[in-house]
């Protein structure tokens, strides 16, 4: 056994049914948790180490207990360990959305569409036992920005009018998210696992990564999923979804006002946190994706319903960080 696994994992294994197990790391993510193949007798399971007090698997476990009552797939649960924060869950294989189109690129529209099927089957049951979206939480993610990013630039902004400009740009929403849906948050293609990719309607989405799921708007995980921060969506292929979703789901008018409010949103909250990445976790990687994700940005602020934070970005980020897209740092 390596030093470097869970400590307790044997012990943890054995009470599981899946001791002498072969135990394989998995590449790691931008937080805390690692993920290990458990292989045994042509079966294999996913280990999940979510080490306290950095990490803690009971939000993981909650959202994924309602989703899979939800009848959604989420990973079966074999076992848990809340002490060591040790989670033993159904391996949903090895074709992630984002690896599988690399080498399938003629299949992204089936792939997306499924994808989005899936996101509207979540959105036709209730909401689930989780916090609110609120105002506060969309301002404390946008803050991130200035927060981060605008310090790591050197450029000096006005941060109150930051907070009233995004204020103004999503108080129409908010009404337009009750009861709401459960949004999971980062909904993306390194985030669904393709379970029979081969299907002609594209298959199955296996869902990770939900643990930080709240009741909001249905327009979130669209966004977080048609502007991957991660992997190009053409705007082609971003406006067909959208207008797939929208007719599977009745969505009206204010629908598409509402996807460039929260797009803009989510955006300038991932440049803070790819800048935070960088800053204070030692990952520079995550600089390469700010231009790709500022791209989107731009996008969304030209439409109307941003007008507030658009006057705010012409009147405090210099034309030449926005003209390279946030790119440039480090």
């Not at 404390?140 to 990013?149: I, P």
Request: charged share 25%; glycine share 8%.
């Amino acid at each position: 056994m390596s030093a470097e696994l869970p400590q307790g994992i044997e012990t943890f294994l054995e009470g599981a049914g899946w001791g002498g197990s072969i135990i394989e790391p998995l590449p790691g993510d931008a937080s805390f948790r690692r993920y290990f193949r458990i292989r045994r007798d042509g079966e294999t399971a996913l280990l999940m180490d979510a080490p306290p007090p950095h990490e803690d698997p009971r939000p993981f476990l909650h959202v994924g207990k309602w989703l899979l009552d939800q009848g959604m797939r989420a990973p079966a649960i074999h076992a848990e360990d809340l002490s060591r924060g040790l989670v033993l869950i159904e391996d949903f294989g090895t074709d992630r959305m984002r690896d599988w189109l690399d080498d399938n690129p003629q299949a992204e529209h089936k792939t997306y569409a499924a994808a989005v099927r899936a996101l509207a089957r979540l959105h036709s049951r209730p909401p689930g036992p989780f916090d609110p979206y609120d105002m506060a939480t969309y301002l404390r993610e946008a803050r991130l920005f200035t927060e981060w990013f605008c310090p790591a630039a050197g450029i000096a902004v006005d941060e109150a009018g930051f907070d009233a400009a995004w204020e103004d740009a999503l108080a129409p929403l908010l009404d337009r998210q009750h009861p709401g849906v459960t949004v999971l948050r980062d909904y993306h293609a390194e985030n669904i696992m393709l379970l029979g990719p081969d299907d002609p309607e594209g298959g199955e989405q296996g869902l990770i990564d939900f643990q930080d799921a709240l009741v909001g708007h249905p327009a979130y995980d669209l966004v977080s999923l048609l502007q991957d921060a991660r992997r190009d969506v053409s705007p082609e292929l971003e406006q067909a979804m959208l207008e797939l979703y929208m007719l599977g789901t009745q969505a009206d008018f204010d629908f598409e006002a509402d996807y460039a409010r929260l797009g803009a949103q989510r955006n300038a909250k991932i440049v803070g946190i790819f800048t935070r990445l960088w800053k204070r976790d030692d990952k520079p990687k995550y600089l390469a994706m700010i231009p790709r994700v500022w791209e989107a940005m731009e996008r969304d602020l030209q439409h109307p319903a941003l007008a507030p934070v658009a006057s705010w970005f012409d009147a405090n980020i210099p034309a030449e960080w926005r003209e390279k897209r946030g790119g440039g740092l480090g």
